[in-house]
């Protein structure tokens, strides 16, 4: 157990309705990176905040935000669902942008329907 | 095109066999390449990483090599048991962070009594 919690574990919506996946990271980590993973893929970079702000972020549309809180903990939303969106949405959270040993911890995930 | 490659069809052993698993990159410049492993259903759990001017690193059963040149690496479980059964999945970072990861598709090992 890598004390990353993730919520909803699972949830359907419709195309063109909004979602917010909610992650706490692990205790003292002040970095939290997000991922999609859709089925028989590997996990995609979606964004990263570290200590509040916007750290990057991959080849995702302006529909995907988030945030990160002064706790550390994160949100992420997505606007317009669309049916690809469908996916296991992974957030992983370190101690700094790599962390002492580059190990990210990953909670379990959110697994996202649209139909 | 920037690409990591690695088997999609499952790999599948017998116990106590070494089970080796290959990532291969192209138009990558990677300061650290990491291995997960994901069981069905759950999130990746961190194995190993290895930087760019370390050719290899070993922890308990596992084994990942690093070549720069040849730009793959390798990852081996000696002694392989049924409980290694799961997708493993190498990562690349280029942005210096470790935490900003690229990953391939994953291979699925399946090892067999």
């Known amino acids: 157990e890598t004390g990353v919690t993730q919520s909803p574990t699972h949830l359907i919506k419709t195309r063109g309705q909004q979602v917010t996946l909610r992650c706490s990271s692990q205790?003292?980590?002040?970095?939290v990176s997000w991922y999609q993973q859709a089925l028989g893929q590997g996990p995609q970079f979606i964004f990263q905040?570290?200590?509040?702000?916007?750290?990057g972020r991959g080849n995702f549309p302006p529909r995907f935000s988030g945030l990160q809180f002064p706790n550390y903990s994160s949100e992420l939303n997505v606007n317009a669902l669309e049916l690809d969106d469908s996916a296991l949405y992974l957030c992983?959270?370190?101690?700094?942008?790599?962390?002492?040993?580059?190990?990210?911890?990953f909670g379990e995930g959110s697994r996202l329907t649209v139909l | 095109s920037q690409k990591i490659e690695q088997n999609s069809e499952a790999l599948n052993i017998q116990e106590g066999k070494t089970a080796t698993l290959t990532c291969n990159y192209t138009?990558?410049?990677?300061?650290?390449l990491q291995w997960y492993r994901q069981d069905p259903g759950r999130g990746p759990v961190f194995l190993l990483l290895?930087?760019?001017?370390?050719k290899e690193k070993r922890k308990e059963r596992l084994k990942v090599t690093f070549d720069t040149t040849l730009k793959q690496s390798l990852f081996h479980i000696t002694a392989s048991q049924p409980a290694d059964s799961a997708t493993y999945l190498c990562?690349?970072?280029?942005?210096?962070?470790?935490?900003?990861?690229?990953f391939g598709t994953g291979t699925r090992l399946q090892v067999t009594l």
């Open positions: 138009n990558y410049s990677p300061a650290y």
């Open positions: 990562a690349l970072d280029d942005t210096g962070t470790a935490s900003k990861l690229t």
């Open positions: 290895i930087r760019e001017n370390e």
């Open positions: 205790s003292g980590h002040n970095t």
């Open positions: 992983a959270s370190s101690l700094g942008q790599g962390g002492l040993t580059g190990e990210l911890f």
């Open positions: 905040y570290y200590r509040e702000e916007e750290n």
